[in-house]
């Protein structure tokens, strides 16, 4: 049943996408690499309550940045960013002689809103949702939960040419939104096609 759920909700996000794609002229599709440092909150695992040690994330996304209206202001343009991502997240600790590992694969869809500053300074916030894959494994014992996921993140970046930018950001991660919820501090790179 929940494949299923999964399957029309893709095949409808595609479908609205690409309609998207085809009214705009002025986009340009774009791949983009991030990664960074990971906190995560307390989590349960074989009957404990853990505090992991700082982490790490790397993420792939592919989408397609459109321009939105200017407000009447065409020195500061707005462009929407639509975009798949996935990546893998890890953490882990060490308590009382057992180690504890946690591990995250999102499947993610996005929108973020850019505000151009200067001609090539901006800063960006988004939302997304989707698809978390999380195992949390300590004294052999290893629990699984795939669940939706949310996020919302915000930073700055710098457009080095027409099609590369560099960004820093903060991203919070939550599946179903509750505990354990991730906080990443991240850099990445825009290329635009």
């Known amino acids: 049943m929940n494949k299923k759920i999964i399957a029309w909700c893709s095949f409808g996000l595609i479908a ?6 085809a009214s705009f002229e002025e ?4 791949v983009a690499a991030r990664g960074g440092a990971m906190w995560i909150d307390s989590i349960s695992v074989a009957g404990g309550k853990f505090t992991p040690d700082a982490g790490y994330s790397v993420t792939g996304a592919v989408g397609y940045e459109m321009p939105l209206p200017d407000l009447g202001n065409p020195d500061h343009p707005i462009r929407l960013r639509l975009e798949i991502e996935s990546g893998y997240a890890n953490s882990s600790t060490t308590v009382n002689g057992t180690s504890v590992n946690i591990d995250f694969v999102p499947v ?4 973020i809103i850019d ?3 200067t001609q090539n300074i901006y800063v960006y916030a988004g939302i997304g949702g989707g698809l978390s894959i999380q195992n949390a494994s300590a004294l052999g014992y290893s629990e699984n939960h795939n669940n939706y996921a949310v996020q919302a993140r915000g930073g700055a970046g ?7 930018s560099l960004e820093a950001g903060y991203r919070i991660f939550s599946q179903k939104f509750q505990s354990p919820v991730a ?4 850099a990445g790179i825009v ?3």
């Open 16 to 21: 609205s996408l690409t309609s998207a794609f």
């Open 27 to 30: 986009g340009n599709f774009y």
């Open 108 to 111: 993610m869809a996005n929108a």
């Open 115 to 117: 505000y151009y500053i």
């Open 158 to 164: 710098y457009k080095i040419t027409e099609t590369i």
């Open 183 to 186: 906080q990443m501090f991240e």
């Open 191 to 193: 290329m635009r096609f």
